[in-house]
């Protein structure tokens, strides 16, 4: 089975920085995306960016300028840089991965992300 470990989470101050990082197993495809996500407490869990097989990337508007995502397709490993970071920022952060169809139907365990002001 497909197992994602997701690690690199921590307590900064605003304006600080944190890289998180995925790191994929079992994984027999190639043609896969792997998105971050995060939530919050009270919230639903909100997409935050993704990256394609291809390197396309997406990201949320409230991030743009300030996180990136980046893979490393042989490792199947995931990182999320983030820069600037904002009290709003504060929140559990998953990553995941498509499955054939497409869906993102595999995640990891979560790692905490807090911005303090």
């Known amino acids: 089975q497909v197992r994602l470990v997701d690690s690199g989470g921590g307590l900064v101050q605003a304006g600080g920085s944190l890289r998180l990082s995925c790191a994929a197993s079992?994984?027999?495809?190639?043609?896969?995306?792997m998105g971050w996500f995060r939530q919050a407490p009270g919230k639903e869990r909100e997409f935050v960016a993704a990256?394609?097989?291809?390197?396309?990337?997406a990201y949320t508007e409230s991030v743009k300028g300030r996180f990136t995502i980046s893979r490393d397709n042989v490792q199947k490993t995931v990182y999320l840089q983030m820069n600037s970071l904002k009290p709003e920022d504060t929140a559990v952060y998953y990553c995941?991965?498509?499955?054939?169809?497409?869906?993102?139907?595999?995640w990891g365990q979560g790692t905490q992300v807090t911005v303090s002001s």
């Open positions: 995941a991965v498509t499955s054939t169809s497409g869906l993102y139907d595999c």
């Open positions: 079992g994984l027999t495809f190639s043609r896969y995306t």
């Open positions: 990256e394609t097989w291809t390197g396309t990337r």
